[in-house]
T-cell receptor, first 115, second 106 residues
Framework: NAGVTQTPKFRVLKTGQSMTLLCAQD?????MYWYRQDPGMGLRLIHY???????AKGEVPDGYNVSRLKKQNFLLGLESAAPSQTSVYFC??????????????FGAGSRLTVL | KNEVEQSPQNLTAQEGEFITINCSYS?????LHWLQQHPGGGIVSLFM???GKKKHGRLIATINIQEKHSSLHITASHPRDSAVYIC????????FGTGTRLTIIP
């Protein structure tokens, strides 16, 4: 049982390049989330999904797009990377959403550097 | 003012000491989570609680809903407990604290 798997774990981009982070979960969770973690700040929600085919904006969605074509996968895209998007990105999933009494399962994180 | 405040930001202690990490929040919540982030970066859920107290091994988490405060205690601390401990509160969304970096010296 792998839980939540993120790929890639590390990536270096030049400003203006595009890339996609993949999150895959094998727990049949309905809810999936993308967070970013920056020094001195708590995890901040970028986008989330409440089920296959749905996506919604979080706190810091600008510059990112997401897709949830399959229940087990949640993709985070950067169309034109900027240095401000240098961060560690975490994917998480849960059976229920924010008001549900449920535990989040996190991926190992993806460290992105934009030069 | 942040919705979730943790203290201390950094804590260094000797092996065997009793550790307390605090979390205060300013909104009404349905639940509070304690998470552990290992030096390698992975995040693991330790506790989710909405009232009272929970215990798992050497870890104890308490919450006082009226005072909007939670504590995480570690008894008989060990170097392997060195990590960042993060408090997160559930209301209409999940809001995370900035974490407490704990270092246990052998």
């Amino acid at each position: 049982n792998a839980g939540v798997t993120q790929t890639p774990k590390f990536r270096v981009l030049k400003t203006g390049q595009s890339m996609t982070l993949l999150c895959a979960q094998d727990m049949n969770h309905e809810y999936m989330y993308w967070y970013r973690q920056d020094p001195g700040m708590g995890l901040r929600l970028i986008h989330y999904s409440v089920g296959e085919g749905t996506t919604a904006k979080g706190e810091v969605p600008d510059g990112y797009n997401v897709s949830r074509l399959k229940k087990q996968n949640f993709l985070l895209g950067l169309e034109s990377a900027a240095p401000s998007q240098t961060s560690v990105y975490f994917c998480a999933s849960s059976l229920q959403g924010a008001v549900g009494a449920n535990v989040l399962t996190f991926g190992a994180g993806s460290r992105l550097t934009v030069l | 003012k942040n919705e979730v405040e943790q203290s201390p930001q950094n804590l260094t202690a000797q092996e065997g000491e009793f550790i307390t990490i605090n979390c205060s929040y300013s909104v009404g919540i349905s639940a509070l989570h304690w998470l552990q982030q290992h030096p390698g970066g992975g995040i693991v859920s330790l506790f989710m609680l909405s009232s009272g107290k929970k215990k798992h091994g050497r870890l104890i988490a308490t919450i006082n809903i009226q005072e909007k405060h939670s504590s995480l205690h570690i008894t008989a601390s060990h170097p392997r407990d060195s990590a960042v401990y993060i408090c997160a509160v559930r209301h209409e969304k999940l809001t995370f604290g900035t974490g407490t970096r704990l270092t246990i010296i052998p």
